[in-house]
């Protein structure tokens, strides 16, 4: 496995010139000395880019680390190896601890009113063969990619269209790219830092060899034919999978590259050798070698973290799961659990679909009355006390504390726990008829049972859902709890088939003023609440429904305020407007939020922090606390 990688890389043997600061000189990885020796790879001070990012360690409080050693970690699913993008958190820009925007794989950038975006690319640059990185992969992805029918049927992804018009997009040399807008597009470096970016550059030199524009046509037939796909096009997106990480041959720019090709239980990754990070002494990060990701039931996982077969784990972990986690740092000295914050805007949320294709259910469900009753009926007191030991923060959805938009009236909205006047709510909706067990009945004289869907994941939503059934019949509303598979879940949403689901609140629940608020307005079918509308948005038109309430068009309006926004009190408003609209209109029935996320942390392991916050966006988990800086004291396995 190791040695048909070391084969790719003597194969792509480059010797661009190192300019190294006056002060750093580079030294040469333990994992890589033998295959420079041997000529497989060039010294580490030609293999880094010309002007390298160099870490201060010192300036964040950490430890320079030691190179070497395994990292063990579990995912419960073979999809789950994008995990390793996600963590390694390499990005053209990316955030740092304080969720400040940095360069990262850039060397730096120049943003002109949000209009003309100059991205500046560090000379010598190159990705994990060898391969230069340079303006040509994004013009590859521009122009042979985003704009090519077969290849993108959508076009350009929408983060890239403002007032429905794409930019113009220009490569000046191979360190330059420029993006150029008419008008204002203030979220776009920020996109480019997301957990899942959307990459907006290929290797182009990897790719073009299964690109019709490039490839011998007779070759590209025999790897169609090979590869069992119908066409160029569909071989062309096999391989190309930045993201899921899965093509073990694809370059990349991450910290540690895919070496395990195919489906494993066990896969394995290796360090970068042209990875563009160092740290102040001039050591190449990461300073761990491998990072071997195992895939294991879901219900295994806090069972092996006990067992002490994770040096870092949290995917997979509950706060249900901290009483086993702290048993087992006594019966087990090899780890320390710590107890993060979780950036999720509600730890627990119901999401009433609005377009379910039940009519009865849909008129019953776009009542504002109906969905305030539903969240008046909820003792998120006694679920907090039972579930969380008292340490979450009960209350509806709406943006954490440490966002500079929270506003603890919003937590509050329709969330104190009042059944005396959630049924006058209810009556009000015209929903007085009930049963002899006081359930009531909906206009076509069916009970008024309510399905709530979920992905069987979380414990705690199902024990959550178990105490809110019982609220909910005190003001004549049946509860049906349906556990499906995450796929299932979300194709029936989508679909239309579900009346409610269960699942976290909005991924980002520390947005700041510059954090745009695309997820607020009904634009993505994955906001659980209005999966049509978002599809509306998503296709232009062609597929779902276009939003036919007020409060969610105004949503969109907005969402354009914000947008078209030139100073910093013009994108708080249009802000405060849309919480204000959610609050009020109770999109998603929040639970609890900021519950604590147990991560487990192999007591050899350096350099991760004990009081932090597990965030998918912003955050990417680990990834913005840079665990490729992460090091075990001794540096072995």
């Given amino acids: 496995m190791l040695d048909a990688l070391k084969s790719l890389l003597a194969a792509a043997f480059c010797l661009a010139p190192f300019i190294a600061h006056a002060d750093i000189t580079a030294q040469e990885s333990g994992f890589w000395k033998s295959e420079v020796k041997a000529g497989y790879l060039p010294p580490v001070a030609k293999r880094l880019p010309d002007v390298p990012l160099v870490v201060d360690l010192a300036a964040k409080g950490r430890e320079f680390g030691i190179q070497g050693g395994t990292l063990n970690t579990m995912v419960t699913r073979s999809k789950d190896i994008r995990q390793m993008v996600v963590y390694g958190y390499a990005r053209l820009a990316g955030y740092d601890e304080k969720y400040q925007l940095k360069p990262d794989i850039l060397l730096g950038y120049d943003n002109e009113g949000n209009r003309r975006y100059t991205l500046k690319l560090r000379p010598g640059h190159r990705w994990s063969n060898g391969d230069s990185f340079t303006s040509d992969d994004f013009r590859y992805w521009w122009d042979d990619v985003a704009n090519n029918e077969l290849l993108s049927p959508a076009g350009p992804p929408d983060f890239l269209r403002v007032m429905g018009k794409l930019p113009r997009v220009s490569f000046p ?18 996109m480019l830092a997301q957990a899942r970016p959307p990459f907006i550059y290929r290797p182009a030199k990897y790719l073009k060899q299964f690109h019709a524009n490039y490839a011998d046509p007779a070759i590209l037939e ?7 796909v119908k066409s160029w096009a569909a071989l062309h997106n096999k391989y190309d999978n930045m993201y899921k990480f899965d093509n073990h041959e694809l370059p990349t720019l991450q910290p540690w590259i895919n070496a395990s090709p195919g489906k494993k239980i066990r896969h394995q990754f290796v360090r970068n050798p042209y990875y563009h990070r160092i740290d102040s002494r001039g050591v190449q990060l990461p300073y761990i070698d491998t990072v071997e990701m195992e895939i294991v039931t879901a219900g ?3 069972a092996k973290s006990n067992a002490g077969e994770a040096d870092l784990q949290a995917r997979g972990l509950d ?3 901290i009483p086993i986690l702290r048993k087992g740092e006594k019966d087990n000295s090899a780890y320390k659990t710590y107890l993060w914050g979780n950036g999720a805007a509600s730890q627990i949320a119901i999401y009433p679909n609005l377009n379910t294709q039940d009519p009865v259910w849909r008129a019953a469900l776009r009542d504002v009355r109906v969905r305030r009753a539903l969240s008046l009926a909820i003792n998120r ?20 504390e440490k966002s500079e938009l929270f506003d603890p009236a919003l937590r509050d909205a329709w969330a104190q726990f009042d059944p005396e006047q959630a049924n006058l709510l209810l009556d009000e909706a015209g929903l007085t008829e009930k049963d002899g067990y006081g359930i009531r009945y909906l206009p076509d004289g069916r009970l008024m049972e309510l399905i709530v869907e979920t992905a069987g994941e979380r414990q705690e939503v199902e024990n959550a859902l178990q105490i809110i059934a019982d609220d909910w019949r005190d003001v004549g509303v049946k509860l049906i709890m349906r556990p499906l598979d995450r796929d299932i879940l979300r194709n029936r949403v ?18 700041q003023s510059y954090t ?3 997820y607020l307005a009904p634009t993505d079918q994955v906001f659980l609440s209005w999966p049509k509308w978002g599809q509306y948005y ?9 939003p036919d309430m007020e409060p969610a068009k105004k949503l969109l309006s907005l969402l354009q305020d914000w947008d078209m926004a030139t100073t910093k009190a013009e994108r708080i408003a249009a802000w405060r407007a849309m919480l204000q609209i959610h609050a009020e209109q109770v999109y998603a029935i929040g639970v609890v939020a900021a519950a604590p996320q147990p991560v487990v942390v192999s007591k050899r392991l350096r350099n991760v922090p004990e009081q932090a916050i597990w965030a998918w966006d912003p955050g990417a988990h680990f990834g913005v606390y840079r665990p490729d800086e992460f090091f075990f004291e001794d540096g072995l396995d």
């Fill in 300 to 302: 295994l996982v806090a």
């Fill in 494 to 511: 989508f679909s239309g088939s579900s009346m409610a689901s269960a699942w976290f609140g909005w991924d980002n629940g520390l947005p």
């Fill in 381 to 400: 007191r006694a679920i907090n006390r039972a579930l969380y030991f008292n340490l979450a923060k009960p209350g509806a959805m709406t943006v954490l």
């Fill in 173 to 190: 040399d191979e360190t330059t790219v420029i993006y150029e807008w008419d008008d204002p597009n203030p979220s776009f470096l920020h």
């Fill in 538 to 546: 998503q296709t232009g038109g062609s597929a779902g429904e276009p």
């Fill in 222 to 228: 025999e790897e169609v034919d090979y590869a069992r």
């Fill in 319 to 321: 706060f249900r799961d």
């Fill in 516 to 518: 745009s608020p695309v």
